[in-house]
Nanobody, 118 residues
Framework: QVQVVESGGGLVQAGGSLRLSCVVSGNRFSLSAMGWYRQAPGKQRELVAQTTSADSTNYADSVKGRFTISRDNTKNTMYLQMNSLKPEDTARYYC????????????WGQGTQVTVSS
């Protein structure tokens, strides 16, 4: 069973930065497609950024130029560097993993809360 654990959330002022981390168990991390999602109260979960095993990435328009997704396969860890945070970035952020590399995400973490104050 693959375990996914996020960390790094917190309270930050608008314009500040946070770095989220996601550690994934197992031996297929380097082959995995990985993604960050977020869900704000009363809203649907939305894709923030994702990366493939080939290191290609894509971002939601709302975070382009401010957020950077990266991965360290030696540590089974994915990161989300979030700069120039806005109050509208406030949400619970979830890490998702697909160890097969294609298709939907099979494994999800419990999420980490990010709150941006104005």
């Amino acid at each position: 069973q693959v375990q996914v654990v996020e960390s790094g959330g917190g309270l930050v002022q608008a314009g500040g930065s946070l770095r989220l981390s996601c550690v994934v168990s197992g031996n297929r991390f380097s082959l995995s497609a990985m993604g960050w999602y977020r869900q704000a109260p009363g809203k649907q979960r939305e894709l923030v950024a994702q990366t493939t095993s080939a290191d290609s990435t894509n971002y939601a328009d709302s975070v382009k130029g401010r957020f950077t997704i990266s991965r360290d396969n030696t540590k089974n860890t994915m990161y989300l560097q979030m700069n120039s945070l806005k109050p509208e970035d406030t949400a619970r952020y979830y890490c998702a993993a697909n160890p097969m590399g294609q298709g939907g995400y099979d494994y999800w973490g419990q999420g980490t809360q990010v709150t941006v104050s104005s």
